[in-house]
């Protein structure tokens, strides 16, 4: 849409930094929008429900989700794929595993993804993993995940906490590395994706 593409060039220009797409504004997607754009990377958190991205808008936080944490002003909610995918350097894939090959195939593509999600999906008597599941919709196979012993609320009030990223190209692990290391969030970077989603997907079995 036209309105959401404006915008999208409008923040980005006054931020000064490339912006990120957060697709899914859960607790988990939030805690991460809240890590970058703390740093004042223009973050574009997309809800599900408008009524839910509304909210967001007006409240300055996810009052549903995260009841408490104010956003920073770099922090975009918004109900529109396009305004939120538009001139992203990557998409952060924060949807339940349930919903997310549903929801991918209904949203523009970006450039490369990050999936958060934790999980493995059967079919056709294959087990994927979730960053196969993303590639396998979009086309696209510059996946990164992200991983670690993180609790949403810790994250999103700032409290010590660590993660590995690993991708294929460590190019993009980096790149993701930049954008969410902070004062209290350290991110490692590795090209073991297998070994880092597995491990995420299994350690409350």
Sequence with gaps: ??????????????????????????????????????????????????????????ERQNREYLPGVAFPDSLYPTADPEEALHKAQFAVVAVPSKALRETLAQLPRASAYVSVTKGLQFTDQHLLRMSQVIEAVTGVSQVAVLSGPNL???????????????????ALAQQVQRVFSGKSFRVYTSTDRVGVELGGALKNV
């Design 1 to 58: 849409m036209s309105s959401g593409v404006s915008r999208t060039q409008s923040h980005s220009a006054r931020e000064g930094k490339s912006p990120i797409a957060v697709l899914g504004a859960g607790s988990w997607g939030t805690a991460l929008a809240l890590l970058a754009s703390s740093k004042g990377v223009p973050v574009y958190l997309w809800a599900r429900r408008a009524e839910h991205a509304l909210a967001m808008q007006l």
């Design 152 to 170: 949403a609320e810790e994250i999103a009030r700032f409290l010590p906490a660590a993660a590995v990223v690993a991708a294929q190209d460590p």
